[in-house]
């Protein structure tokens, strides 16, 4: 039988998922929305039960070890892309929706715990170069990764269980203008 300690089997998985969205993005970043199901999601589906709702003593602990997890791919991310990024968790209780969200910057949306519905558009015209003819609608699931260009309009809705999401903001190079952090201000904003 193959086993992995976990914390091996994580780095692993965690490189994986970095290598396909940096792929990813390497074709869409700053062009167009994109849903990509990355080969290691497992981790980071992984990481994101980790001390969740938990009422043991270990609970602190899981929770210690999911930032760690958490930092540990925001990290790597960041570096596969050239960029800074920064990462943030969004609870979606039942029914839910958080509409009209104008990303501020490159955003990444992970389901890490159950799903929702995901609607993508470009913003109102001359804002954004409109690669769209059409808003993009989607059932956004655990494994799967949602890029939202900036500028871009989106909306999180139809969640018919708890959902949680793992937010990654790829900031701009810190010799580009404009603001460095605000990027999470409509995903972290909830509904």
């Excluded at 849903?35 to 210690?64: F, K, M, N």
């Excluded at 699931?141 to 309009?153: D, I, S």
């Excluded at 269980?161 to 404009?178: E, I, K, R, Y």
């Amino acid at each position: 039988m193959d086993w992995e300690p976990p914390s091996e089997a994580c780095g692993a998985d965690l490189e994986h998922f970095v290598r396909d969205l940096a792929l990813c993005l390497s074709v869409h970043r700053g062009k167009s929305p994109a849903l990509v199901w990355p080969d290691g999601i497992d981790a980071v589906v992984a990481c994101g039960r980790t001390g969740g709702g938990s009422a043991s003593p270990s609970a602190e602990r899981d929770g210690d070890e999911k930032r760690d997890e958490s930092s540990e791919l925001t990290r790597a991310l960041g570096a596969a892309l050239g960029t800074e990024v920064s990462s943030s968790w969004v609870e979606l209780p039942l029914g839910a929706e958080s509409i009209g969200n104008t990303a501020e910057t490159d955003l990444v949306l992970a389901p890490v715990r159950g799903s929702c519905g995901g609607r993508v558009e470009a913003s109102p015209p001359g804002q954004v170069a409109a690669v769209l003819n059409h808003p993009l609608e989607l059932r956004l699931l655990a494994g799967q990764a949602l890029y939202v260009p900036r500028g871009f309009v989106y909306t999180l809705n139809n969640v018919h269980t708890p959902c949680t999401l793992q937010v990654f903001a790829l900031h701009p190079s810190t010799g580009s203008a404009g603001p460095s952090a605000p990027g999470t201000g409509g995903a972290a904003g909830g509904p």
